[in-house]
């Protein structure tokens, strides 16, 4: 009877031993799990501040590509104001060069009748 015992008795520590093992070997894997989730998790982190920062960047890129077509249209109509001006201001200038001439004829006339 002692000795049936004692079999049992080491069954049963060889049983928990390998209980223990089997313990040891699944807290292992956990650990290793939450290791992999850890990192995926900051990696999924990084990926979305990345995206969040593209697309803020986009929003801007867009905000002043719009300014930026915006200060081409005023651009466009002052440089065409200005060209109406510069096309005055010749137009002026050829008047006041024919008048000019036209006054030194006159001149001329009244200076030969004196």
């Known amino acids: 009877m002692l000795e049936r015992e004692s079999e049992l008795y080491e069954q049963k520590k060889q049983a928990a031993q390998a209980a223990d093992q089997a313990v040891s070997v699944a807290r292992a894997r956990v650990a290793d799990a939450t290791t992999h989730i850890a990192r995926a998790e900051a990696v999924l982190s ?58 030194e004829q006159d001149d001329a006339a009244f200076s030969g009748r004196t």
């Open 46 to 103: 990084g990926i979305e501040r990345r995206r969040s920062e593209a697309y803020q960047r986009l929003d801007r890129l867009r905000s002043e590509r719009e300014t930026l077509e915006m200060r081409a249209v005023e651009l466009s109509d002052e440089a065409r104001e200005l060209a109406g001006r510069l096309s005055g201001l010749r137009s002026d200038k050829q008047s006041s060069v024919d008048r000019k001439a036209q006054l």
